[in-house]
């Protein structure tokens, strides 16, 4: 009688259909099959599987479905770790997208052209390819941590390309155009907002979660500790999107003169709506006092720009416009970083390498004005 097999071992058979399997002991008693269309294809996978037993690394999912294991990972991982808005993002990709589509599949089975079909699946339903690469992003950081837990081998998410994103030109406004668009806005109700997202560089969610509290007209200093951010329909005043973009600002004069206009106007608009007002203490609000809608405030500031006869851009260009005026004045880059609130120096240098030709012009301008010898 030979000896017996040890735990771990396999067998390899032909099949009845003419396709090959072979049979892996597993440490808890348990039986692995793998199945190929040759008999070198199985004894690569039957090898594999061995050696990842060997070395401790084999993945097993326990029978686990894609979408049970991200129901798990919403729960115990992202809900924990993740801002609220972020796991908001999380939650839709996975109901909406992802377990429709692929959340029956065994997840120790889920191949790249699964999630390959995913993607397809979602750009032929007009979803945009900056959002399909979002639900695959999702997908991806779920998995990592499959992977981590031993649940995968692979990552098939990681394995696949996302669409192609046409990448958006940033269209800042000029000094001109900058000034016709402060003069268009004079009187407007909202006046105030887009002056503040004009010349201190605040991303709409800031701007609209700018509460009273952080506002101190007599020093002239904007403090900004929260932004505003729509969380399954309802408005919430949450975290800075980073550390760095909890900071302190100094106003520009004109600025604290519009923000006092506006609060005088706010206190109207108080005593007008009478017991229909609702505070929240917000400094940008409806006529009401509740929260604004940053899709509302968008629509608005396209109108605002067909007013003023200038060409149509996003709201967000507001802030890249107040960089860039800033850098081609010659402020510091650093300087222009803690303004807009960036994590690190190369980010600013990267959104804004269109300014950079001029400021290097600029500093050989300099630096010839300075050692130049004078005329004789």
């Known amino acids: ?136 992003g999702t997908l991806r950081t779920a998995l990592n941590e499959a992977q981590r837990w031993g649940l995968v081998s692979r990552n098939a998410a990681a394995l696949v390309d996302g669409p192609r994103v046409e990448r958006y030109v940033n269209r800042p406004l000029t000094p001109d155009e900058a000034r016709t668009l402060l003069r268009s806005i004079k009187g407007d109700r909202l006046e105030a907002l887009y002056s503040v997202a004009l010349t201190m560089g605040l991303r709409q969610g800031e701007a609209l979660g700018l509460t009273w509290e952080d506002v101190d007209l007599q020093l002239g200093y904007v403090r900004i500790t929260k932004q505003l951010q729509r969380i399954h329909g309802s408005p919430k005043l949450v975290e800075p999107k980073t550390e760095r973009s909890r900071r302190t600002l100094a106003m520009p004069a004109m600025i604290a003169r519009h923000l006092q206009e506006h609060f005088t106007r706010q206190q109207l608009e108080r005593d007008t709506a009478s017991s229909r007002w609702r505070e929240h203490g917000l400094v940008f609000t409806t006529p009401i006092g509740t929260p604004l809608d940053g899709t509302a405030v968008t629509k608005q500031f396209h109108h605002v720009l067909e007013r003023a006869g200038l060409q149509q851009r996003r709201f967000h260009d507001l802030r890249h416009s107040c960089a860039t005026l800033l850098l081609v004045q010659g402020v510091s880059p650093r300087v222009v970083m803690d303004l807009l609130g960036h994590s690190q120096i190369a980010l600013t240098m990267n959104t804004y390498s269109h300014v950079i030709p001029d400021l290097r012009r600029d500093a050989a301008d300099r630096i010839d004005q300075l050692l130049a010898e004078p005329d004789r």
């Open 1 to 136: 009688m030979g000896p017996r097999r040890a735990n771990g071992d396999g067998s390899i058979y032909k099949r009845r259909n003419g396709s090959w399997s072979a049979i892996a002991s597993l440490p808890d008693g348990r039986r692995k099959h793998v199945y190929g269309r040759t008999r070198e294809e199985v004894r690569r996978k039957l090898s594999e599987i061995l050696h990842a037993l060997e070395h401790g690394t084999f993945a097993d999912a326990r029978g686990t479905t894609v979408g049970e294991f991200l129901d798990q990972w919403l729960t115990e991982v992202a809900a924990p770790r993740v801002r609220a808005w972020t796991l908001a993002g999380y939650e839709v990709h996975v109901r909406l997208h992802i377990k429709p589509a692929i959340g029956r599949i065994p997840l120790d089975k889920l191949t790249p052209q699964n999630v390959q079909f995913l993607l397809n699946e979602k750009l032929r339903q007009g979803l945009k390819p900056r959002t399909v690469r979002y639900i695959r």
